[in-house]
Every structure is written in C-alpha cells, then in structure tokens.
C-alpha cells in the first residue's frame, strides 16, 4: 500500500488519489468553526446549540490553525482542502476574515451552512465572489413534513430548495447531504426524483452513526443498508450528479466487485473514476478540528488525539498512533481485517468506534464475508 497519496479536491470530498494510504497529509481538514447553529437537528452530531459555546478559537488561534495548515504541504503533497463546517459556520462572525485567509494561503475552502435566513442571496453571492469551491445543503425528506420533521424547524424544505436554486443561479456547486436511517431509508427514492428536477454537483446518502443526537435515531440493519447502497449503485448510473456515501464505504466494494465481475483487473479497477474516494475513511485522508481545537479522526469518531491550541495539526495527524493505525487495514481486526477490499473500502471507523468502543473492529453495518485473505 502507497505511503503516499495524491489529492486534487473539487469540492467536497471529491477526490482522485493515487495508492490509498494518506500518511503525509489529509485530502480534508473538516473545521467545526462553531456549534453556534439556529436548527436543532434530530441527528446532530456536534449537539449544536444556539450560542457558541466556551472556549471556541479566537480569530488569531483560527488564522494560526491556517499556517499550521499549510505545513501539510511538501513534495509532491498538494494541500489539504478545508471544509468549514458547524454549527453552522454563518455564525462565526469573523467567517469572511478566516475564508480570505485561507484563499491567501492557498487553501481551497468549501462551507457547509445551515440553512436558516443567514443563508440569503447575498450571503451566496459572496461565497461564489469569495471563490468558496463547493457548499453543502442538507436535505432529509421528499416533503417539507418529513424534512422539517428532522431539522426542527417549521419552513427548512422550502428554504433548502430555495437555496439549491439560488446556489446554481451564483454559480456555487452543491453537494446535498441526506441522512439514511430506519425511517428514513424508504422516501430515498423520492428524494432522489426531487433532486433530479435541481441543480447539484453531488448527492451524498449520509448513514447515521449514533453519537450526539444521533443515538436517538436508529441505523438500518446490515441488510437493508446493502439493498440501499445496491439501489443507489443502480441509480447512480444514470443520475445527472455524482452519488456517494458518507460512512458507508463498503458502497466502495459494491462498486469494485462489479467492475471486478465485468472482467476488470484490479488496475483496471484502480484506474476507474469510482476509485478517486478509495481508502477515505475516518483518519485516513479525513481529520477534524472542533470548535473548541479538539483534534479527532472526523467528526463521527470523537477520540481526541490533541488540541491545535497546544499541538501542531501537522503531527498530530502524521505522528498519534491511533491516526497511525486508522491508516493500516492490515491493523484492523475481524472481517473488516480480512477482507481482500480493505484497501478501498476499510469500513466505517467511526461505527466500529460507537459498536464497540474499538475503532480498529469491524464495520457492523457491512454484511460482507470476506473470500479471502487481503
């Protein structure tokens, strides 16, 4: 396995690596800029609130993480994209100040807002002027009762959609995040036929992993989330955007397998468009820098490795041993250990973590057995 990686982000988290270990630097640096946020989402992982809470970085400790950023950087080691997230970051006050210091520096930054009424036209305009690379929108359900029904707050549906079309209008490319759950799973499909009718880059199905508000709501069973990653593998064939999975990423050995069916060799495989988000998992291509500094693997693994109030981001992500291990599929235990794709897929860290406390066991969303050793 590579100990290396190339990245070249266009908006967020797409990639196209070369050999699968990130080992010198992150693809992505996710920036919880503050759990400030004016929804209370059912699933949230951050538990935002709607003031910022203590300790949240200063401006000056915020422009230093952006140094510290660019020592990522090295032969033949493009930089880290930044994606500031939250909360929701419209709610940091010095956001402007922070996305022109990161463009000075060279570090290409995407946002992930909240769509509440600080997400105006101008607002968007200024993120398309700003060069802002990509947004996220969230959308949970085809209906605004479903929809509101997860994010808290009476009239988010028709606002989401609002802004999808007003994003395509400025020229901002749009990711949309939807969350896959129990009861969620099933109006996928509706979701889908919606999105067609708009405007997006991306559509990425986002598998709940329990943590934060998360825990109230409850994962499908492995089974039904393969008929749902098999489903979205069907229609990503056809869709006019890009489908993708967020801590599902044995959607990545669906994929593979079937390429690896159709008579591919595994370079062939490697060399296919679906392998630009190979080995992307928790830790490995992914850190996570909270509001407060707190370093984790991502923001669905919440095993602090350091604070970049009093660490260098750099060596935390290059040096821990967790981070260390998170990158090696052959440190993995059971099936996820075994399985002759855990160089593409790895499975989710994050839900090994909130399973059984261990980030280095299995994924116990993947129903797969492997056929042999990796």
């Not at 393969?226 to 990503?236: D, F, N, R, S, Y």
Request: proline residues 7%.
């Amino acid at each position: 396995m590579s100990s290396t990686a190339t990245r070249a982000p266009h908006g967020i988290g797409s990639v196209r690596p070369v050999g699968w270990a990130y080992d010198a630097a992150p693809m992505i640096v996710y920036w919880e800029l503050t759990n400030a946020c004016g929804l209370a989402c059912r699933h949230c992982r951050a538990t935002a609130m709607p003031d910022p809470a203590p300790g949240e970085l200063t401006t000056e400790q915020a422009i230093a993480l952006l140094d510290d950023i660019t020592g990522f950087a090295g032969p033949g080691e493009p930089l880290p994209h930044v994606v500031m997230t939250g909360g929701d970051p419209l709610r940091r006050p010095d956001l402007v100040q922070l996305v022109e210091a990161a463009t000075a520096r060279g570090i290409g930054v995407s946002l992930a807002p909240a769509v509440t009424p600080l997400l105006t036209r101008e607002r968007m305009e200024w993120m398309s002027s700003a060069g802002i690379q990509a947004i996220s929108l969230s959308l949970d359900g085809s209906t605004a009762e479903l929809h509101d029904g997860v994010r808290m707050v009476p009239g988010t549906f028709e606002a989401t959609l609002a802004a999808l079309d007003v994003a395509a209008e400025v020229g901002l490319s749009v990711q949309v995040n939807t969350l896959v759950t129990e009861s969620t799973a099933s109006d996928l499909p509706a979701v889908y036929e919606l999105l067609r009718r708009h405007q997006l880059m991306q559509w990425s199905l986002f598998f709940l992993i329990s943590i934060g508000r998360g825990a109230e709501l409850k994962e499908l069973s492995p089974g039904e989330a393969e008929k749902v990653l098999l489903w979205a593998q069907h229609v990503g064939r056809d869709a006019p955007f890009r489908v993708k999975t967020t801590e599902a990423m044995h959607y990545r050995r669906l994929g593979a397998a079937a390429l690896l069916r159709s008579g591919k060799s595994r370079e062939e495989v490697e060399a296919h468009p679906m392998a630009r988000a190979f080995g992307i998992r928790d830790g490995n291509g992914i850190v996570f820098v909270s509001n407060t500094g707190e370093v984790t693997p991502s923001g669905f693994l919440p095993t602090v490795v350091g604070n970049v109030k009093e660490s260098s981001l750099v060596t935390l992500y290059r040096d821990d041993d967790l981070m260390r291990s998170l990158r090696d599929p052959d440190t993995f235990l059971g099936r996820c250990g075994r399985c002759e794709y855990h160089d593409w897929c790895g499975g989710s860290r994050a839900r090994a973590y909130a399973w059984t406390g261990n980030p280095l066991e299995s994924d116990p969303l993947c129903p797969y057995q492997p056929r042999s050793e990796p």
